[in-house]
């Protein structure tokens, strides 16, 4: 079973980390010694005060929307995720003096709306889609000038996410809150690829452009680029899900990430550097529960899976007083 990194969104404590090794060498028996993380250790850059504000607002958003999502509400999460962005993208429009942010954030978000057009509807086919009509009654520009002679629905599809996460990547201009909030779009679809109720086209694939856009603004977010191997896995792409996986260990080695990494080694038939990474999944699991022991009092708190409803009333716990 692959496991979510057990983590909130927000950087309670930094430390560094180091990258994990290529498979073809032993790797080392590596611990964490601080609480689940986020970001590695490094001078946050200086912000303006109204940036400051912005992102403490996008953070209450941002779990807001996570407690939505747990209790299902799962469209109105994503109007709180989608509030979140176009926050963050007209503060930074307002501090640079622009309007490429919001311009970038509408793009985007047209994309991933009009990507529905090249799935085919109720008994309808793939073939009986009219790409050239499609592609022109849209706003989104990217094929605009292709010839559409060898042109798939689902290439099509695939141009219009890539185009997505790269306007999404802009519109949040480097910012953290911006990763952050990708992240929890990227979950959001993630768990409703899984409810087939709600009626979300195409769910999966946007769920990878949205985590890919989260690591474009933010290469080390760690979780999102766990939870994106983790979906990958699920979709039968082990290949890139190891990609995405050895990419969150590097920043933030933690035993449900290493248990992944094996997971994964196994369905792609690497018994060797699956046991490896088991064995680092314990040895950082005993780690983890001696810290824990040390700050709790207690080593029964195991990296588990807990439903989204009791994660976010966590995360909300733990961040009281902290904005």
């Known amino acids: 079973m692959l496991l979510p990194v057990a983590s909130a969104l927000v950087v309670l404590t930094l430390l560094s980390v180091r990258p994990t090794k290529a498979d073809d060498q032993p790797p080392r028996e590596l611990g964490v010694s601080g609480p689940a993380l986020l970001l590695p250790d490094e001078k946050p850059h200086r912000r303006s005060e109204h940036l400051e504000q ?12 996570f407690e939505l999502a747990g209790r299902k509400a799962y469209f109105a999460a994503r109007a709180e995720f989608v509030g979140a962005m176009r926050i963050i993208a007209q503060c930074l429009d307002t501090e640079h003096q622009t309007t490429v942010h919001s311009r970038s954030l509408a793009a985007g978000l047209n ?9 085919p509807s ?9 790409l050239p009509n499609i592609i022109g009654g849209h706003r989104t520009p990217v094929l605009k000038n292709v010839r559409t002679d060898n042109l798939t629905p689902v290439s099509a599809l695939k141009c219009y996410l890539t185009f997505a996460q790269e306007q999404l990547a802009a519109a949040a201009g480097g910012e ?4 952050m909030t990708l992240h929890g779009l990227g979950k959001l679809h993630g768990a409703m690829a899984w409810q087939k109720s709600t009626n ?11 985590y890919q856009a989260a690591l474009l603004v933010y290469p080390k977010n760690a979780i999102a680029s766990n939870d994106l191997g983790v979906l990958l896995a699920r979709c039968g792409r082990y290949g890139e899900a190891q990609n995405a996986l050895r990419h969150s260990l590097s920043i933030c080695p933690q035993s449900s990430g290493w248990h ?3 997971e994964v080694y196994r369905q792609l038939g690497r018994a060797e550097p699956a046991r490896r990474a088991d064995r ?3 040895s950082t699991r005993r780690t983890e529960d001696a810290r824990r022991k040390v700050r709790y009092g207690s080593s029964h708190q195991n990296v588990r899976w807990v439903d989204p409803k009791k994660f976010a009333k966590s995360y909300e716990k733990n961040h009281q007083g902290r904005n």
């Open 54 to 65: 912005i992102a403490r607002q996008a953070d209450r958003q941002i779990r807001h929307g």
């Open 122 to 130: 109720g008994s309808a086919l793939e073939a009986d889609l009219n």
């Open 280 to 282: 680092l999944a314990q």
């Open 176 to 179: 953290v809150a911006g990763s």
């Open 260 to 262: 992944n990494l094996a």
């Open 200 to 210: 979300v086209r195409a769910a999966e694939p946007k769920a990878v452009a949205f």
């Open 111 to 119: 994309a991933i709306k009009e990507a529905d057009d090249f799935i």
